[in-house]
């Protein structure tokens, strides 16, 4: 019950369109208002109840004005204004209320409550205003000190109720202190947890350490790898045929069985273009089985294209597959994509585009690499753009 009041006090004022950032100030400072109004309302009682009537008048003010500014912001969605004066009323009203109760010792240092205002600064607004509400906060200390002098000398509270508001006044604005801070790390963690998956998903996690840590172009040359190329076979006249709801669902479908398949194999998903997928083995992850684990995966592409039926098609593929070696790396600033380039991508491009529905095609390079552990059928020569004459193979099954 009580998290679920915390939550509808947190999302008061919220707008669908804000920021991570824009979200977590507004939340934290609408649940800081809260506890202060709180604050303001025990406090404002006790001063009462103990015969300071105005003393005790000040924090029960504040709990109205802050309540008004909550209203306020809920109907208007001003955050702007809603911060400025909460921050405002936090710094002032401590000041008003050491003043009426006569002093730093008599009022058991009460402006220490001003400092929630530069903190708040920090986690309510940019933090380079925080500096300036800082130098208020020291404003009114030393204010409250130039007016000491001229402050009543006694006020209807006893030593010990002295010594108790010392300890509530000095708890009260840590705990809340602590509170919000712990709120703000723990919100703050679940965004940076959110961004790395984000991050995760675009890059390899060798590689998005790089980003992240350096500030370089990333190039790397590899001696062996292999590239495979994954087509749907009458794919244009599907678009045509299928509502493009309908389209892009089977397309997700599939590709999320080989999106399972790479992260079962630790295998490297490049990219998709429309219907075409590609996946690489030895990059940015060298490994000495790269030929054979990458026509495994084709293999089992092909398994699961034959086991399933979608809205009720048989789906087929083209598959392609070529080893050798690639440069990889990052390009672009914006939308930026991990990548490879060489005549064995090239190449391996080309076992696709020229392949079978239904068929793992691959050149001899791939060939060298898995015959003595798959078995393959000789499929003639073809004319590769840029290569000539080809031998290719078509790989059947596993020995």
Known sequence: MMQKLFLLISRIGSDSNDTDDLRLQKNLLVLASFMFILAGGMWGFMYMAFGEIVAGSIPFGYALFSSLSVLTFAITRQYRFFRFSQLLLILLLPLLLQIALGGFI????????????????????????????????????????????????LNNLSPTLIILFFVLNISGVCAIVFTLVAYFVGQKNIFQEKAETLLLNVLPKEIAAILKNENRVIADHYDGASILFADMVNFTPLTIELPPVEMVELLNEIFSHFDSLVDKHNLEKIKTVGDCYMIAAGVPRPRHDHAQILTRVALEMHEYLKSRVFNGRQIQFRIGINSGSVIAGVIGRKKFIYDLWGDAVNTASRMESHGAAGLVQITRATYDLIKNEFVCHPRGTINVKGKGEMDVWSVANSK
């Not at 309510?124 to 925080?130: K, L, N, S, V």
């Not at 208020?136 to 009543?152: A, D, K, N, T, Y």
């Open 106 to 153: 008599n009022s058991s240092g009460v402006v220490l409550w001003s400092f929630m205002c530069p903190i708040g600064a920090l986690l309510f607004d940019e933090p380079r205003t925080a500096p300036r509400w800082f130098g208020g906060f020291i404003g009114m200390v030393v204010l409250s000190g130039l007016l000491q002098p001229f402050v009543r000398v």
